[in-house]
């Protein structure tokens, strides 16, 4: 419905005068289809998504994922585990429901969680409002709060499990990028101006594959 080609149009879009450019210029991508046309599916595809990613981390170091749910369940946290543990670096949304990651009771492994971005294993990622792409606050202000600023509709993080593999000032929120009227592809070969955590995301996902192919 044009989300995906949105986000992968952040993280890799070419730069050759036309349209946007990605964090990382023409890199590769896999499209992994878990979701419908009106981007709903089951956790199970979701699932079976990062297991076909896993075997495959010989080429794919990097999952996006710019999706999210709520609950509990340990075989979607073991195959986020499986892939990092695989040695994919795993970047997801936070979410877009101006709550908690861990729900409203602030407890991890909990009903309310939102996951996968209440897994520690994976790189949790909230939305920067930002109008002017520079620093120190003095651009315009956005439709979801000053520049600069922490996007009105962003998840967030008041605490973090002890064993959290990152040390974040977020907590469980590890990065703080754009998300907030972001311009990148969209479907039938256009280009369109998007907001969500499902836009910070791609960023990190491509930073990360820019320091990957630096060091390694």
């Known amino acids: 419905n044009g989300h995906g080609s949105h986000v992968a149009g952040i993280i890799g879009a070419r730069d050759n005068n036309d349209g946007a450019v990605g964090v990382a210029p023409g890199a590769g991508l896999y499209a992994v289809k878990v979701l419908n046309s009106r981007g709903s599916g089951y956790l199970s595809d979701i699932i079976k998504g990062l297991d076909w990613v896993r075997a495959r981390s010989s080429d794919i170091e990097v999952i996006n994922m ?6 509990v369940s340990s075989t979607y946290h ?8 695989a040695g994919i670096v795993v970047v997801v949304a936070a979410g877009n429901e101006s709550s908690d990651v861990y729900g409203n009771d602030g407890v991890f492994g909990t009903s309310d969680d939102i996951i996968p971005a209440a897994y520690p294993e994976a790189a ?40 959290n593999p990152v040390n974040s000032p977020g907590a469980a929120i590890d990065l703080i990028l ?39």
């Open 66 to 71: 710019s999706l999210g749910g709520q609950g």
């Open 78 to 85: 073991n195959a986020i585990k499986n892939c990092v543990n």
């Open 124 to 163: 949790a990622i909230s939305a920067l409002a930002d109008s002017d792409g520079e620093y120190g606050g003095v651009g315009s202000s956005t439709n979801y709060g000053a520049d600069d600023s922490f996007a009105s509709f962003s998840n967030y993080s008041r605490s973090v499990v002890a064993d």
């Open 178 to 216: 754009p998300g907030v009227n972001i311009l990148s592809c969209y479907k039938d070969m256009n280009y369109a101006t998007m907001s969500g955590t499902s836009m910070a995301s791609p960023h990190a996902a491509g930073l990360a594959v820019l320091h990957i192919a630096a060091n390694g």
